[in-house]
């Protein structure tokens, strides 16, 4: 079993700082892509930032210059630092990762997703 547990989440005012966290935990061969969407109320989900297993990195364009998308393979955690926060930016933040599962025999890719942590940016 595989989980994404997210953490970092909370209220903070127009301008500020959040950092988001999310680390893999389970029966994991490796991890391939490790992403962040978000949701805001009455919107569909978007994708946030995106990181490979190698280091490179896409950015929404809404969020760029202000987001920075990390991740610490050794310990499977893909990170979210965010600056200059406004107030569009109020959503709940959803980690998704591309997992290889393996067996003796077989592997697998795992799409998975995390509970999701809310982000409230007040003006």
């Known amino acids: 079993q595989v989980q994404l547990v997210e953490s970092g989440g909370g209220l903070v005012q127009a301008g500020g700082s959040l950092r988001l966290s999310c680390a893999a935990s389970g029966s994991i061969f490796s991890i391939n892509d490790m992403n962040w969407y978000r949701q805001a109320p009455g919107k569909q989900r978007e994708l946030v930032a995106a990181i490979t297993s190698g280091g490179s990195t896409i950015y929404a364009d809404s969020v760029k210059g202000r987001f920075t998308i990390s991740r610490d393979n050794a310990k499977s955690t893909v990170y979210l630092q965010m600056n200059s926060l406004k107030p569009e930016d109020t959503a709940v933040y959803y980690c998704?990762?591309?997992?290889?599962?393996?067996?003796?025999?077989?592997?697998?890719?795992?799409?998975?997703w995390g509970q999701g942590t809310l982000v409230t940016v007040s003006s």
């Open positions: 998704n990762a591309i997992i290889t599962i393996a067996t003796m025999t077989t592997s697998w890719y795992l799409d998975a």
